[in-house]
């Protein structure tokens, strides 16, 4: 059975950092591709960043880059998300997400990820 848990979200005052920690069993974790989503009330979810399973090339929404960084450790089973400069903008659940397509149109919609995390919240108060 597959499990993606997430850790590292709260309250966080602008311009203040957090590290999201999403970790995974279940699975073979290095043929995954991670990406990391967000969900605010009202708004769908949203894509932020992914990192691939091969060579770990990374991507990200033009709302999160130069701010947070993704990052894994394939020998923890283990996906990051270092957020910095954050703001009341960013408060939202977020997710993490999995799949294994070696090839998608659609790399950024939740809907190419297989396996996704029960969430954590982060607060972003100005």
């Known amino acids: 059975q597959v499990q993606l848990v997430e850790s590292g979200g709260g309250l966080v005052q602008a311009g203040g950092s957090l590290r999201l920690s999403c970790a995974a069993s279940g699975l073979t974790f290095s043929s995954y591709t991670m990406g990391w989503f967000r969900q605010a009330p009202g708004k769908e979810r949203e894509f932020l960043s992914r990192?691939?399973?091969?060579?770990?090339?990374?991507n990200y929404a033009d709302s999160v880059k130069g701010r947070f960084t993704i990052s894994r450790d394939n020998a923890k089973n283990t996906v990051y998300l270092q957020m910095n400069s954050l703001k009341p903008g960013d408060t939202a659940v977020y997710y993490c997400?999995?799949?294994?397509?070696?090839?998608?149109?659609?790399?950024?919609?939740?809907?190419?990820?297989?396996?996704w995390g029960q969430g954590t919240q982060v607060t972003g108060s100005s």
């Open positions: 997400a999995a799949h294994k397509r070696i090839m998608t149109m659609f790399p950024d919609a939740p809907g190419t990820y297989d396996y």
């Open positions: 990192i691939r399973w091969r060579e770990g090339s990374t």
